[in-house]
């Protein structure tokens, strides 16, 4: 079923060779154990700390990214994530009619879990890129339910990314994504996607409608 949520018409460093040096000197018995021991924890918390930093300070730094990490908000549930997503601490009727609408769509699917097959950038503009994001719901019985959404994407002044809810989307915009999106028709990743979609309908005839009546 095909979604466009933020634009209606509704993707090491090789360990180098140590080489070990015979240290003459000290014997390994010499040396106090316990001075080891807090030497190793003490440098397992600072390499935790590093990864922990990196980790929260990555953000957002493509549009991808940024789409990728809303639609997992979507999936789990998390609001607040979502929110933070769209840099906003409280949604407006739009986007919080939007949230509750996608959040219970995903939840009427009840997926075990899901697997993004392709996401990329359809075009920019300035600071603004029209991304897509191809994904399966992985549902009880293990068959894959493909699924399609855009989200029109911002990028901030600190250089990350942020998704625009529905009230900044301007007409232009939209009109640009529309003629932009019918281009990307024609490619091979939304060419995939119609052929996953229509091969799970036909092994499924009637999924859509249990769906639909669900949503009522």
Do not use: W
């Not at 509704?10 to 060779?17: E, I, V």
């Not at 390994?28 to 918390?45: C, P, Q």
């Not at 994407?153 to 990314?161: A, R, S």
């Amino acid at each position: 079923m095909e979604q466009q949520k933020a634009v209606r018409k509704k993707k090491r460093r090789p360990a180098g060779k140590n080489s070990r040096k015979r240290n003459s000197g000290i014997s390994l018995n010499r040396i106090n154990i316990k001075l080891i021991a807090g030497a190793v924890v003490a440098a397992a918390l600072v390499i935790g700390l590093i990864f922990a930093v990196r980790s929260c300070s990555a953000g957002n730094k493509s549009p991808e990214k940024a789409v990728k990490t809303l639609v997992t908000s979507y999936l789990k549930g998390k609001e607040k994530k979502i929110l933070k997503c769209y840099d906003v601490k409280k949604a407006d009727e739009d986007l919080q009619r939007e949230i509750s609408a996608t959040i219970t769509y995903f939840e009427a699917h009840n997926p075990k879990k899901t697997k993004i097959t392709a996401c990329d950038t359809i075009y920019k503009n300035g600071k603004n890129a029209y991304v897509y994001i191809i994904y399966n719901l992985i549902l009880e019985n293990d068959q894959s339910y493909p699924c399609i959404s855009t989200y029109m994407t911002q990028q901030k002044e600190d250089g990350k990314y942020r998704i625009l809810a529905p009230s900044e989307i301007t007409d232009e915009m939209k009109k640009e994504a529309a003629e932009k999106y019918a281009l990307f028709m024609e490619t091979d990743p939304y060419k995939k996607y119609v052929t996953a979609y229509e091969t799970f309908t036909k092994k499924n005839p009637g999924y859509e409608e249990k769906l639909a009546a669900k949503l009522r």
